[in-house]
């Protein structure tokens, strides 16, 4: 476990955008244009307002852009566009993990307007923020663990998402140039100020959701690898070899183990950053191929949402957690996890996925209200079989499979959705993403007549010079 933090720190360093396969270039151009949607959609709900009010409050050189807002300091724009990108959960998911995008693009976004970085660099930043990003938190412990006795598998209470700001820091300290020591220091810097793995105590919260989704703040994450990599910069010291050894970073958060063949195996050879994951629908990821069975049933046979007397909905056991199964919503954040509530809005507005989903003017409707009791969720009968076998894999510890059951004209209708819409194995295409930011674009603050431009600057991003040529788009003032 010696020389980790240093073997990071090098291919970050000599990692260049000629290195870089084509499918990855083409997949991080499209989470970019991705990230800077769900940015600009998430301005409708209170978890983005408050971000851009706090960067407001707080002030700060307006030197970075906020998407669909003004400018700020390099380290609040990295806050709030974090705060923004997730606040819908409608943001692309991987790699290997669930959420790498939030904490390593804001901070990567923030350091290339100040760094003048050219298209190329961006996009050769955003890789290596993924990619590392996502194989680190894929090292150390998840949210469940593997075990020799059936059921093959435990809850772990010592897991993080906030990990991935090793990906945020490689990321902005690429465009920086920082030198390898430079860089070891901002790695140390981070991870000594990395929040608690707190993230498994999100599934157990009984009433309503909470703002800070999965206990690991994005916004905070973000910030924190800005401000590392900008106090290195400046000679501040961190510990160099924050991940090595028996008491590296994965023994301090508490990991009984740290995976480092996850880390380094193939390192710039497979790159995990080409197999992201774009979401259709704005809610958790566990819910949508449930969205997708409803639909389905519902289109094939000609059933009306107040034709519905009962969804069963049959999946991930991890859909029976407390904060999954509260019964009522009274905001966006109940929106994006309480099951009978997607189950009830896929069937009235699941062709029409969006912003408005967690808007009060959709989740208050009376009959969405009267749907959401309708809806039973069951544990997927191959459950154990598909967690176990993901996990023993070094996979993301859940599976998407879902059996969807409508009672509806004194009939029962049943559809089983394998792999959602926007995985790798049922894809979304370019036009349907550019659909998707145009969408979450019609919800911003943002000139309508921006975001044709917006689109075809980021379709050819590798021949900008200076990448505020995209960033000057993105805000509203200022």
Same mark, same amino acid.
């Given at each position: 476990m010696e020389g980790v933090t240093r073997r990071l720190v090098d291919f970050a360093i000599e990692t260049e955008f000629h290195d870089l396969p084509q499918d990855v270039v083409k997949q991080t151009r499209m989470v970019l244009l991705d990230a800077i949607g769900c940015c600009l959609g998430g301005h409708v709900v209170d978890r983005g307002r408050l971000a851009v009010e706090f960067a407001e409050e707080c002030g700060g050189n307006r030197v970075a852009s906020v998407i669909g807002g003004g400018r700020t300091s390099y380290d609040l724009a990295a806050f709030v566009n974090a705060e923004l990108v997730c606040a819908l959960d409608f943001e692309v998911v991987g790699p290997i993990i669930g959420h790498v995008c939030p904490y390593v693009l804001p901070a990567t976004l923030a350091v290339a307007e100040r760094a003048h970085a050219s298209g190329r660099e961006l996009i050769t930043a955003l890789a290596l923020a993924h990619e590392i990003g996502g194989r680190f938190a894929s090292s150390i412990a998840g949210i469940k663990?593997?075990?020799?006795?059936?059921? *093959? *598998?435990?809850?772990?209470?010592?897991?993080? *998402?906030?990990?991935? %700001?090793?990906?945020? %820091?490689?990321?902005?300290?690429?465009?920086?140039?920082?030198?390898?020591?430079?860089?070891?220091?901002?790695?140390?810097?981070?991870?000594?100020?990395? $929040? %608690? $793995?707190? &993230?498994?105590?999100?599934?157990?919260?009984?009433?309503?959701?909470?703002?800070?989704?999965?206990?690991?703040?994005?916004?905070?994450?973000?910030?924190?690898?800005?401000?590392?990599?900008?106090?290195?910069?400046?000679?501040? &010291?961190?510990?160099?070899?924050?991940?090595?050894?028996?008491?590296? @970073?994965?023994?301090? %958060?508490?990991?009984?183990? @740290?995976?480092?063949?996850?880390?380094?195996?193939?390192?710039?050879?497979?790159?995990?950053?080409?197999?992201?994951?774009?979401k259709a629908y704005p809610c958790c990821r566990l819910d949508h191929t449930s969205i997708d069975g409803i639909r389905n049933i519902m289109r094939e046979h000609g059933i009306e949402p107040d034709e519905i007397e009962e969804i069963v909905l049959r999946a991930d056991p991890s859909l029976q957690t407390p904060i999954r199964m509260h019964a009522t919503v009274e905001s966006f954040a109940d929106a994006q996890f309480t099951n009978s509530y997607i189950c009830a809005v896929a069937a009235y507005h699941g062709d029409r996925p969006g912003p408005d989903w967690q808007m009060p003017g959709t989740f208050n409707r009376p009959e969405i209200k009267a749907l959401m009791s309708k809806v039973r969720i069951d544990v997927h009968p191959r459950a154990s079989e598909f967690l176990t076998a993901r996990i023993q894999a070094g996979m993301m510890p859940a599976f998407w499979d879902s059996i969807v059951e409508i009672a509806a004209r004194g009939q029962r209708f049943t559809a089983e959705v394998p792999a959602p819409k926007g995985s790798p194995a049922n894809p979304l295409s370019e036009a349907e993403l550019w659909e998707k930011f145009r969408n979450n674009a019609s919800f911003s603050p943002l000139p309508s007549v921006r975001v044709d431009e917006i689109i075809a600057t980021l379709s050819d991003i590798e021949k900008l010079d200076d990448i505020t040529e995209l960033t000057r788009l993105l805000v509203v003032r200022g």
């Open positions: 663990i593997p075990k020799d006795d059936p059921p *093959y *598998y435990q809850e772990s209470p010592r897991y993080s *998402y906030a990990s991935t %700001v090793f990906g945020g %820091v490689a990321g902005a300290g690429k465009l920086l140039g920082l030198d390898a020591e430079k860089m070891l220091n901002a790695f140390g810097i981070a991870g000594a100020s990395c $929040p %608690v $793995p707190a &993230t498994a105590h999100f599934q157990h919260i009984a009433g309503p959701a909470i703002m800070v989704k999965f206990n690991a703040w994005s916004g905070w994450v973000s910030r924190l690898a800005t401000t590392a990599v900008l106090f290195a910069e400046k000679g501040f &010291t961190g510990d160099t070899a924050i991940l090595d050894g028996e008491l590296g @970073f994965w023994n301090i %958060v508490g990991s009984p183990f @740290f995976k480092t063949d996850h880390l380094l195996r193939a390192l710039g050879e497979d790159w995990h950053t080409s197999r992201m994951e774009f």
